[in-house]
Each structure stands twice: as structure tokens, then as C-alpha cells.
């Protein structure tokens, strides 16, 4: 079976319905899989220590699902993207 070289997910994290968020990370874990490389940019729309932050959700899930995840820092992100990596800073996840 072949794979994808590259996911590529934009704002796909909205909302505040976790089970549409395990969902996505469902989906994610069928496409990615070896050589495959994934990348997810949130705009995040709760502050890190929410229930419902995007980004904590993503930490811990591509983890739970056996995907290596790295989020990137927020100095490698333009200034404008960056905030003070809480609410309305965007993330940058790179999963395999």
C-alpha cells in the first residue's frame, strides 16, 4: 500500500467538540504512516491552559496515536503568527 509523502492541514482544529478533534487524529493516523510527513497549522483559539486548548489536544493525542509529533517553535513562525504562543498564536505541528 503506498502513502503520501505529505499531509498538509490548515485550521482544521475548530470548534469545541473533542470528538471531532479525535477524529481528526483518526483520520490523520490512517494517511501518515512511515516515509509520510504531516503538517498541521492551528490558529489557536483557547490559551495553553484551557480545557479546550487546540494545541494541548494535538500534544497529547498525535501522541496517544503512535505519531511522532514536534511542534514547532514560536520563533521559527513569522512575527505576526507568533503571539505569545497561547490564544491567537498560530501552531505548527510536524507529525510522522
Not at 509523502?5 to 478533534?21: E, F, S, T
Not at 503538517?39 to 498525535?62: C, D, G, T, V
Request: charged residues 20%; hydrophobic residues 45%.
Amino acid at each position: 500500500e503506498r502513502r503520501a509523502d505529505l499531509v498538509l492541514a490548515a485550521d482544521v482544529v475548530y470548534g469545541n467538540d473533542p470528538g471531532k478533534w479525535k477524529a481528526l487524529i483518526s483520520t490523520l493516523r490512517g494517511l501518515v504512516g512511515g516515509h509520510t510527513m504531516a503538517i498541521l497549522a492551528n490558529m489557536q483559539r483557547y490559551p495553553l491552559s484551557h480545557p479546550l486548548s487546540e494545541a494541548a489536544f494535538l500534544e497529547k493525542e498525535l501522541a496517544s496515536a503512535g505519531l511522532e509529533a514536534r511542534r514547532l517553535p514560536q520563533e521559527a513562525l513569522h512575527p505576526d503568527a507568533r503571539g505569545n504562543g497561547g490564544a491567537n498564536s498560530c501552531a505548527i505541528f510536524l507529525c510522522r
